[in-house]
Antibody, heavy 125, light 109 residues
Framework: QVQLQESGPGLVKPSGTLSLTCAVS?????????WSWVRQPPGKGLEWIGE???????NYNPSLKSRVTISVDKSKNQFSLKLSSVTAADTAVYYC??????????????????WGKGTTVTVSS | SSELTQDPAVSVALGQTVRITCQGD??????ASWYQQKPGQAPVLVIY???NRPSGIPDRFSGSSSGNTASLTITGAQAEDEADYYC????????????FGGGTKLTVL
């Protein structure tokens, strides 16, 4: 059973870079999945940040694309998120998740079936 | 702004049936997935694909789709179903970007 665990600093200074890692256990990061990051500001809804395939292919939320980098480390079976030039608006609970996508006629499907517990990141001086 | 639109809040009497809807252009070609989130917890997938439930999700949860609208139906709502519910899909740009609805707060009366 695949499990995900986020880790990283809980406090980041404004204009700094937020760096988080998601460790994958019980399965391989080289499986046919999209490895995703999702965040949730306090009292607000879920926001999709982006995703990476084990091949290195990435998709990013256009509103964050200029500041986001998601990478994969197959040797450690983990993937990472970097968000640069952070402000207080980036304060949120950050989740990593395993994404599945494909096509079953006549529709495409996309869902995230395994989630980490989430880690709170506060941007403050 | 979200490309998937949900009603902010819905209520249902205990034991009754409730439908939570999600609208968006991408739903004409993508099945929506649905997540339940309780306070202080990570989201949990409850419906995916045409109408599939992950292991452990009660069969009172079901999904359907018509045109640009996806629906999550809870038949015989229980007190423990009170939570926020989010729909999710790829967006309509064709660039394989993920998108969530704004969420629906379900209150079980």
């Amino acid at each position: 059973q695949v499990q995900l665990q986020e880790s990283g600093p809980g406090l980041v200074k404004p204009s700094g870079t937020l760096s988080l890692t998601c460790a994958v256990s019980g399965g391989s990061i080289s499986s046919s999945n999209w490895w995703s990051w999702v965040r949730q500001p306090p009292g607000k809804g879920l926001e999709w940040i982006g995703e990476i395939y084990h091949s290195g292919s990435t998709n990013y939320n256009p509103s964050l694309k200029s500041r986001v980098t998601i990478s994969v480390d197959k040797s450690k079976n983990q993937f990472s998120l970097k968000l640069s030039s952070v402000t207080a608006a980036d304060t949120a609970v950050y989740y990593c998740a395993r994404g599945m996508s494909g096509y079953v006629k006549p529709y495409y499907y996309y869902y995230m079936d395994v989630w980490g517990k989430g880690t709170t990141v506060t941007v403050s001086s | 702004s979200s490309e998937l639109t949900q009603d902010p809040a819905v209520s249902v009497a205990l034991g009754q049936t409730v439908r939570i809807t999600c609208q968006g252009d991408s739903l004409r070609s993508y099945y929506a997935s649905w997540y339940q989130q309780k306070p202080g917890q990570a989201p949990v997938l409850v419906i995916y694909g045409k109408n599939n439930r992950p292991s452990g999700i009660p069969d009172r949860f079901s999904g359907s789709s018509s045109g640009n609208t996806a629906s999550l139906t809870i038949t015989g709502a229980q007190a423990e179903d009170e939570a926020d519910y989010y729909c999710n899909s790829r967006d309509s740009s064709g660039n394989h970007l993920g998108v969530f609805g704004g969420g629906t707060k379900l209150t079980v009366l």
